[in-house]
């Protein structure tokens, strides 16, 4: 059975950076597309930033673009989500998603079949 497990979260000021780890286990990591969502208090769950199953394409919401990073060491089961330039609207939690099926990049949350329990993202302005 495939899991995933955020970490990293925490509290970083206005301009600062953080950056997010997802450890898979149970399975074939790198076959798999993996994604990067955030939920904030009273708003629907969206789409950050999506990685194809070899690392070779990225995919990411304009709300970050520019801003975070994606990236994966299939040696190490492990997908990352570079955060900068922080702004308090990132305030969120943060979920890690994976596409086992087919190991596409989508943004959409309903192509991942595999979620974490998610990671506290907190921006103090």
């Known amino acids: 059975q495939v899991q995933v497990v955020e970490s990293g979260g925490g509290l970083a000021q206005a301009g600062g950076s953080l950056r997010l780890s997802c450890a898979a286990s149970?399975?074939?990591?790198?076959?798999?597309?993996m994604g990067w969502f955030r939920q904030a208090p009273g708003k629907e769950r969206e789409f950050v930033a999506a990685?194809?199953?070899?690392?070779?394409?990225?995919y990411y919401a304009d709300s970050v673009k520019g801003r975070f990073t994606i990236s994966r060491d299939n040696t190490k089961n492990t997908v990352y989500l570079q955060m900068t330039s922080l702004k308090p609207e990132d305030t969120a939690v943060y979920y890690c998603?994976?596409?086992?099926?087919?190991?596409?990049?989508?943004?959409?949350?309903?192509?991942?079949?595999?979620w974490g329990q998610g990671t506290q993202v907190t921006v103090s302005s």
């Open positions: 998603a994976a596409e086992t099926f087919f190991g596409v990049l989508t943004t959409k949350a309903a192509g991942y079949n595999v």
């Open positions: 149970g399975g074939t990591f790198s076959s798999y597309g």
């Open positions: 990685i194809s199953y070899s690392g070779g394409s990225t």
